[in-house]
């Protein structure tokens, strides 16, 4: 069974950076996608960001574009770097994978992680 663990959140100011890592421990297919989703207290889950090694693409929310970058090793860790932090990135980010980047994209997988904590203040 494949399971994903989050690492690297935490407390940050207005304008600084934060990265996150999120470990893939299990078995993955090859070629597959990872992502990242967000949920501020009180509202839905996000999109964030994705990647495909597959496609040798990524995909980003309007709202991260130019501020946070995902990238990847060997296909077993996605890393979403936070540039620029505003108060309205706080969120608990969770990570997530599936063997197709647009069902990552959308939000349709079956695998979580548990969720990490981001606080950025003003």
């Known amino acids: 069974q494949v399971q994903l663990v989050e690492s690297g959140g935490g407390l940050a100011q207005a304008g600084d950076s934060l990265r996150l890592s999120c470990k893939v421990d299990?078995?993955?297919?090859?070629?597959?996608?990872m992502g990242w989703f967000r949920q501020p207290t009180g509202e839905k889950r996000e999109f964030v960001a994705a990647l495909s090694w597959r496609a040798g693409s990524t995909v980003y929310a309007d709202s991260v574009k130019g501020r946070f970058t995902i990238s990847g090793d060997n296909e077993k860790t996605a890393y979403l770097q936070m540039d620029n932090l505003k108060p309205e990135d706080t969120a608990v980010y969770y990570c997530?994978?599936?063997?197709?980047?647009?069902?990552?994209?959308?939000?349709?997988?079956?695998?979580w992680g548990k969720g990490i904590q981001v606080t950025v203040s003003s």
């Open positions: 997530t994978a599936d063997p197709r980047l647009e069902t990552v994209v959308a939000g349709r997988v079956a695998v």
């Open positions: 299990g078995r993955i297919f090859s070629g597959s996608a």
